[in-house]
Nanobody, 121 residues
Framework: QVPLVESGGGLVHVGDSLRLSCASS????????MGWFRQAPGKEREFVAR????????YYADSVKGRFTISRDNAKNTSYLQISTLKPEDTAIYYC??????????????WGQGTQVTVSS
């Protein structure tokens, strides 16, 4: 099991920056890819970013490239999502997930409860 708890969300203004955290109490955190997803009101959940086991490899959705940065600290069992220059369309519930590759597919096995980010103009 990889329990995940997100934090760092809140009400922010356009142009602000925010750092979301995803903490795990599991002892196998470093053996999982970590990912961030978001779900805006009335929309399906979408992929935002992922990071490999060591933190050396990252991948982003085109819609967030240049503004979002994913990172991890395996010593602290925590993943981060730094968001800069926030826009109203970034308003969503942000979820972190832990997963691994299986038969060529990155499967997300564990999910946090989500943290709300609301961007006010």
């Amino acid at each position: 099991q990889v329990p995940l708890v997100e934090s760092g969300g809140g009400l922010v203004h356009v142009g602000d920056s925010l750092r979301l955290s995803c903490a795990s109490s599991g002892r196998t955190f470093s053996s999982y890819y970590m990912g961030w997803f978001r779900q805006a009101p009335g929309k399906e959940r979408e992929f935002v970013a992922r990071i490999n086991w060591s933190g050396a490899g990252t991948y982003y959705a085109d819609s967030v490239k240049g503004r979002f940065t994913i990172s991890r600290d395996n010593a602290k069992n925590t993943s981060y999502l730094q968001i800069s220059t926030l826009k109203p369309e970034d308003t969503a519930i942000y979820y972190c997930a832990a997963g691994n590759w299986a038969q060529g597919t990155l499967e997300w096995h564990y999910w946090g409860q989500g943290t709300q980010v609301t961007v006010s103009s």
